[in-house]
């Protein structure tokens, strides 16, 4: 093993549950009959925010250190909220579950924070429109708040647009309450989780490459089910351990499922040491335990298919290219611009402050490393991921770097800073 330098991680750690998949464990479990459990599931405020909207329209969910129970309610069992159902910083909860509701015999005003009332609904409102929903953004400006008035549902045959997990998810969650089958075609595959799930609670789903069929009538089963890590909360240990000089790591039982294992895909192509050992599926969800050891990396083009199995990966990666030798470009990312910020300005404004050489483009950035970071003070307009990934620049910066905020790391991971203190020799 190399020497130990200025903040050299070592030692094994699990990160928490993923939050595309406790999401989904929530709602599936609420509109099933009989009880799921969600063991590892992620306690995170996005998650709670799912879990609160649930519960404001009837469900009953427990919530113990690590687990929830869900005691569903079937497909028909939802009642009217009594209030505004709030999603705060959640885009996922706030664009999946508008396919749920847009299906109910009652009518809803879906909410969220700030930065959710700047984020694009359009790409759910026109599919689940085409099935008969009527949803209405309530300032006439793409976004929330959304008046969704329930409706009898119709499937559909639908082309996805974006390869978006979110839309393609609403679209099948609809699908549930619609009359007819409702076909999906997707020429770049998104994150299918909500495929898995559904087929774990006994959903009549079935996915032919780019083609699921997901035939309604048949009720849902409520189950027991293991959350894996959060690949993209360990994404930022993974980069964390390839950048400081005598890191080698474990993280353990890491979801792996190869429509999000983007990031060990690129950053092996980058020459990274990254080895998977122990791997396991679990209702369809591969997972792994991963040892990244620090590595000497080299540029790379990251671009087409791979960028959705990334995608939230993409910040972080950006900090590791500053390190590697010669140009890293990543392109068709443009989806960037509207995550919980635009990932794209604040990642490349930052950098560019610390010293890296760094140009945005429309729908990336090109890289050219290694620069010497420096610490600054940077702006994160309370996005989470942008928080980690500057924390990781952190570490190998000659000065500190000093997050504008730090609390939102609640959104996916509140014990960041406490298990990267864990790691650190
Ligand atoms: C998610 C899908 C992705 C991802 C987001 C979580 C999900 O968004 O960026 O963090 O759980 O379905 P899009 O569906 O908008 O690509």
Redesign the pocket.
Known sequence: MSKAGKNTLRGSITVPGD??IS?RAVMLGSISDGVTRADNFLMSEDCLSTVACFRDMGVGIDITDKDVVIHGVGLNGLLKPSKDLYTGNS??TTRIISGILAGQDFDTVLNGDESIQKRPMKRVMEPLSMMGAEITSIRNNGCTPLAIKGHQLNGMTYKMKI?????K?AILLAGLYAKGDTVIIEDVP??NHTELMLKGFGADIETDGQRTVLRPGKPLKGMELTVPGDISSAAFFIGAALITEGSDITIRNVGINPTRDGIIRAFLSMGADITLSNEKIQAGERSADIRVRYSKLSGTVIEGDII?AL??EIPLIAVAATQAEGETVIRNAA?LRV?ESDRIELVSGGLKKMGASITPTEDGFVIQGPSKLHGSEIRTQKDHRIAMSFSVAGLISDGPVVLDDTDCVNISYPEFYADLEKLKV
């Open positions: 939050k595309s999401h885009g996922t390869a978006s997990a979110q839309v998810s998104s994150r959705p995608i939230d989806e995550k």
